[in-house]
């Protein structure tokens, strides 16, 4: 049922898709922006990694768009790649420059172009070809319910207003962790000794050096399991979860089917995990450490290795799960990897690293800063995840019309 006052039309009707290629060889195009799928952010509108087409070296056609065009990638449209420039530039063939006609506001485009319904009928089209692709007479065709000027402005501006709540919030999230980043780079480093709440004076002396075999011993994940044994039984940490969190991330574990006279190991507080292979040099090693007690059966992925400390008389589970993720050690653990495609860690020449460790003391004041930190980031990603969840269902309601907006009369005039 089309909603009062709002009108069913078709894509076409009320939009103009560019036509004509420009040459990206030649002035002034050679020195225009160029954007192409792979600069827009999914589903966001975020455009990023900008360069112009002769940094690029482009040299086949492009189309022109402007400040006031939208630019729409038309390969694989369930990646729903939309963007509203704010200059001049040129884009890739496998987008299209789009512009609104007289009863049709740009912004109010953009956001029904990034919007729920927009996205699954462009997807639903695309299907009909071998390579997903929306072509212009489907576009063209779209069905479209429009609601009047002054209605489509403040939709708009309602939904705009989210988005820069949503950018605000992601930037200052991007803050944080560079800010976190260069704490950890002062504090595991002894660059940077913060106070002893015991004497009130920063710490003082040497950190010990250690190799990290002298501190445990490790133990192998589950062995003997095949796919059928996944997705029931008890719980069991998976590979991700370790690659992602310097400390396990307690409710993202997954199920596995362990029968009660298996010889499996079980995992505990304090237990330090490692992956033991990747794609790339940098990522393999990569570690998480339990730092909640557990008062069931855990166990861990067939993909990473344990290691469970002698005790925490030298090192605290709370301050390792941050030295392990540090600058200086990521670095000579990369340093291990071997390979050509896929790189594997050495558990043997993992244990032989060494560690600079400080006194229980400062540990424990260093991971409670880093804590603070990674807590202080929790909060703005929730604030962020809120946001988007927010403006998604708003968009549900005011592009369908299901939700009204008041719109004054001076600007319905």
Not at 278 to 299: A, F, H, Q, W
Not at 345 to 359: A, D, H, V, W
Request: contains cysteine; charged residues 25%.
């Amino acid at each position: 049922m089309v909603p009062n006052g709002w009108v069913k039309t078709t894509f076409g009707k009320i939009t103009k898709i560019g036509n004509g290629q420009v040459d990206p060889k030649v002035e002034p195009y050679s020195s225009m922006t160029h954007i192409g799928p792979e600069n827009v952010v999914s589903n966001t509108g975020q455009i990023t990694n900008l360069k112009s087409c002769s940094a690029l070296g482009l040299i086949s056609g492009k189309y022109e768009f402007d400040e006031n065009s939208i630019v729409y990638s038309k390969i694989r449209p369930n990646l729903n790649k939309v963007c509203r420039p704010d200059f001049k530039g040129v884009c890739s063939a496998d987008m299209y420059p789009i512009w609104s006609e007289d009863n049709l506001d740009i912004n109010y485009l953009y956001h029904y172009m990034l919007g729920p319904y927009f996205n699954r009928i462009a997807i639903a089209m695309s299907m009909r070809t071998g390579m997903p692709k929306i072509n212009r007479s489907d576009l063209n065709s779209l069905s479209i319910v429009l609601p009047p000027l002054p209605e489509q402005r403040k939709i708009a501006q309602i939904l705009s207003t989210w988005d820069r709540g949503i950018a605000t919030t992601e930037k200052l999230i991007d803050a944080s962790k560079q800010q976190k980043k260069a704490l950890m780079q002062q504090l595991l480093t002894g660059k940077k000794r913060l106070v002893d709440p015991e004497t009130g004076k920063a710490f003082e002396g040497d950190w010990e050096e250690v190799k990290l075999g002298d501190l445990g011993k490790t133990f192998t994940g589950l062995t003997g399991k095949t796919k059928e044994h996944f997705g029931k039984g008890s719980k069991y940490i998976p590979y991700i979860n370790i690659f992602r969190n310097s400390s396990v991330d307690m409710n993202a574990l997954e199920l596995v089917d362990v029968l009660p006279n298996e010889k499996q190991n079980l995992v505990k507080y304090g237990d330090i995990f490692f992956t033991t292979s990747s794609e790339t040099p940098e990522e393999v090693g990569m570690s998480s450490v339990i730092l909640e007690e557990i008062d069931e059966s855990v166990y861990l992925n067939s993909f990473c290795f344990g290691f469970r400390p002698h005790n925490f008389n030298r090192v605290k589970p709370e301050f390792i799960c941050y030295l392990l993720r540090s600058e200086k050690v990521r670095r000579s653990i990369s340093l291990l990897a071997q390979g050509a495609t896929r790189y594997n860690l050495s558990k043997t020449q993992l244990l032989k690293i060494t560690l600079n460790i400080p006194s229980l003391g400062e540990q424990q004041k260093i991971a409670s800063v880093l804590t603070t930190a990674d807590k202080d980031i929790e909060l703005l990603e929730a604030k962020l995840a809120h946001f988007k969840q927010e403006k998604k269902a708003l968009m549900q309601q005011l592009l369908t019309g299901k939700r009204r907006v008041k719109v004054a009369e001076a600007e319905a005039a």
